[in-house]
């Protein structure tokens, strides 16, 4: 079973996304994706 991160807008705070975890990450993962809820592409943060 593959661990999944969660992605969440940082602008409206919705959880949007989920992507698998690498094994050795020691950041969090902020990527640039789409919200539906903001419609407009905005950083997602990994939630805990």
Do not use: D, G, W
């Not at 989920?18 to 592409?41: D, G, I, Q, W, Y």
């Amino acid at each position: 079973m593959v661990k999944k991160i969660v992605l969440s807008c940082s602008k409206c705070a919705s959880r949007n996304y989920t992507v698998p975890a690498k094994a050795e990450a020691s950041t969090r993962l902020e990527l640039k994706k789409f919200c539906a809820h903001c419609n407009e592409h905005t950083v997602h943060k990994q939630t805990i």
